[in-house]
């Protein structure tokens, strides 16, 4: 095993184009471009991009191996700011070749390939019990509202949010979603509906600015959404758009719940405001598939993230179960401990 | 003058198209499709169009003359249900056609187009008149936000809520302006940027849900918009997406402020409730530019507009002044009489 296949999700869903490589920069650009997108997916991608990384190194001297490990490792952390599950999974590669500092150079690559690999298997499984833990949220009838993507494509195999609403699809339960659209790169519009789609989960597509305007008309029974990063106290950043959602379902009394694994949990930070909120060019906004919807030059800003405040949060699914506030003490048995 | 030229609005930024007819045919066409948008400027059109109408009629009976505009009329107030600028100018046409009922066919048609063309002065000087009322809200240092497009596109010529930051501008106040991009025809993407442009108001655009994030940064001081219809209370129909905008104001303790003509108000309706919303085609939602940004046969909900609750607003700017809660109060003098 010595390449990555990805589905290039920049595609979809007119195309269904994967794309294969050895290179582990294809991979630090496929993250980057979004090609490949969502907190858990960029998680595994970053595993799989630092193994193909430690398989291009040509030195057979151990000390040499490490440092130039870590050098890809550092390369890749640059990708994108936001997501925690990016440098999670770095954190863990880095430790699996210090861990194994003392084999020879071909060993370390083997385990790195073995990690990577039982990564994206513990994305599906994790995923699974996420979405198993979270599908008593979901009754019969309702009509849940989502934001952005969180299914199969954000993940390494089954869905966050996604996968909890698919849990429940499967479970019998018969319930509607509305999809957000979520400008400025549509996730929405594009992967959402797919996936809903293709699991037979009936959605309707809205603009994001009509969320409120179905919740003012009561049609909004639950929202849930995914997470890029949780801090320890809960504050969530997710896709910009989200905190309005969030502000919106509170307006209204509508529970407003995130999914996301364990691994989109960053316990060193205290709140949200130390979360880094990735800034993205102007075109992703003024610009459509290359064509522009703005004067030539439009100034505009282009937040990728936003950051939703813990109080807005009813309870935050993940494998261990439905966290719920105050998430300070829900959260204390799964904090690493201090170093 | 016997033809309408009129700015094909569907094609800005990338192309300054004008269209120009003898046809009403035509001008209904272009309300329909949003060549031509904007409550005050649909109802200069309607006239125009009326008027137009009338000149096609080649009878000399003054009784088929009627009845035959009564129904060019009524053809023209089925292009689009909610703004009601629309309808308000049909009626003055129609009482126009009625005081000269004894006249020429001749003649009728000669007040027509001078009613026609005085509508569209008025319409400027009413617009003046508000923006003069209404700059008084706007401060050095401002950072304002707007949604959709309310500047000389959408009206005869000046404008309501950006007729507003012009007048503000002009008296030499600087500030700057958050343009929501206003999904799904992003009339501020491509039209409120082209105006601010225009005007020198320096301006960033934002996706419509980057709103509330920035609104929680402290980094919005007042909100200005526009109204397609304004019911007796003060509940106020504007583009998809104000009544979010209203919510989050009102959760950030921003106030949020109303700009409209008197034209716009609809005092045979109580409150909200009784505005017909215009739910237009779900392409627009998943098609850009005839490109489909979702699956193919995806369902999309596309509300034209929502109505905004009378307690989330701060003031309505009208060529009277500065109408302020309670609103049935202060409207009062504006009430026509009853029938």
């Known amino acids: 095993v010595d390449k990555v296949k990805l589905l290039d999700q920049r595609r979809l869903p007119a195309e269904e184009l994967y794309l294969e490589t050895r290179d582990y920069h294809d991979v630090i650009e496929a993250i980057r471009t979004l090609a490949i997108r969502g907190a858990p997916a960029i998680g595994v991608a970053a595993a799989m991009g630092a193994a193909l990384g430690a398989l291009s190194l040509d030195t057979r001297d151990g000390k040499e191996f490490q440092s130039r490990f870590q050098d890809i490792c550092r390369e890749?952390?640059?990708?994108?700011p936001t997501a925690v599950n990016l440098f999670w999974a770095l954190d863990r590669v880095l430790l699996v070749a210090q861990e194994h500092a003392d084999e020879s150079?071909?060993?370390?690559?083997?385990?790195?390939?073995?990690?990577?690999?039982?990564?994206?298997?513990e994305d599906d499984t994790t995923n699974r019990r996420m979405a198993q833990a979270g599908q008593v949220l979901i009754r019969d009838g309702q009509r849940v509202l989502t934001h952005c993507n969180t299914g199969a494509l954000a993940t390494?195999?089954?869905?966050?949010?996604?996968?909890?609403?698919?849990?429940?699809?499967?479970?019998?339960?018969?319930?509607?979603?509305?999809?957000?659209?979520t400008r400025p790169l549509l996730q929405g519009a594009r992967l959402t509906t797919?996936?809903?789609?293709?699991l037979g989960i009936p959605y309707t597509l809205i603009p994001?600015?009509?969320?409120?305007?179905?919740?003012?008309?009561?049609?909004v029974d639950l929202v849930i959404?995914?997470?890029?990063?949780?801090?320890?106290?809960?504050?969530?950043?997710?896709?910009?758009?989200?905190?309005?959602?969030?502000?919106?379902?509170?307006?209204?009394g509508i529970p407003f719940y995130v999914a996301a694994p364990l691994s989109t949990?960053?316990?060193?930070?205290?709140?949200?405001?130390?979360?880094?909120?990735?800034?993205r060019d102007a075109e992703e906004v003024t610009h459509l598939w290359g064509q522009s919807v703005a004067p030539a030059g439009a100034p505009a800003l282009n937040l990728a993230f936003d950051v939703t405040p813990h109080d807005f949060i009813a309870g935050i699914v993940t494998e261990k179960g439905i966290m719920e506030?105050?998430?300070?003490?829900?959260?204390?048995p799964y904090r690493p401990a201090q170093g």
């Open 76 to 80: 890749i952390a640059a990708a994108r």
């Open 105 to 121: 150079v071909d060993a370390i690559k083997a385990h790195l390939v073995t990690e990577a690999q039982t990564m994206l298997k």
């Open 156 to 181: 390494g195999a089954y869905g966050t949010a996604l996968g909890v609403l698919r849990a429940a699809w499967e479970a019998g339960k018969r319930f509607s979603v509305w999809v957000d659209e």
């Open 194 to 198: 797919w996936e809903l789609g293709k």
């Open 208 to 219: 994001d600015g009509a969320a409120a305007t179905l919740m003012h008309q009561g049609k």
């Open 225 to 252: 959404l995914g997470a890029d990063r949780i801090a320890a106290n809960g504050d969530t950043a997710n896709k910009i758009g989200t905190y309005s959602v969030a502000v919106l379902a509170h307006h209204h």
């Open 265 to 279: 949990f960053d316990f060193s930070i205290p709140d949200g405001d130390h979360i880094p909120v990735e800034e």
């Open 325 to 332: 506030p105050p998430f300070t003490s829900s959260l204390k």
